[in-house]
């Protein structure tokens, strides 16, 4: 099993930057992907990015590329998403998820941390 936890969320205005973090435990051997999705009020949850933890692949939502950056710390087993340029669209729970593939689909992700707000104001 592999335990997930988030930290970093929180409130800043627009045009602002954030950088969540997300710490893993248990049995890490077993990852190949991490990604981040988010899911604001009222609506579906959205992949954000992806990326193979020991190897070179990183996808980016269309609306995430050029503004969030995924990064993998595999000596201290923490992944991160840097968020620059953050607006009002961005505000929702934020998810750090783990699993086999990186393919930026919940169903591809057997473990999720427990979310962390993200809010943008005006």
């Known amino acids: 099993q592999v335990q997930l936890a988030e930290s970093g969320g929180g409130s800043v205005q627009a045009g602002g930057s954030l950088r969540l973090s997300c710490a893993a435990s248990g049995d890490t051997s077993s990852i190949n992907c991490v990604g981040w999705f988010r899911q604001a009020p009222g609506k579906e949850l959205q992949g954000v990015a992806s990326?193979?933890?020991?190897?070179?692949?990183?996808g980016y939502a269309y609306y995430a590329k050029r503004r969030f950056t995924i990064t993998h710390d595999n000596a201290n087993n923490t992944g991160y998403l840097q968020m620059n340029y953050l607006g009002p669209e961005d505000t929702a729970v934020y998810y750090c998820?783990?699993?086999?593939?990186?393919?930026?689909?919940?169903?591809?992700?057997?473990?999720w941390g427990q979310g962390t707000q993200v809010t943008v104001s005006s």
């Open positions: 990326m193979e933890i020991r190897g070179t692949y990183t």
């Open positions: 998820a783990a699993g086999p593939s990186c393919l930026l689909e919940r169903s591809a992700f057997p473990y």
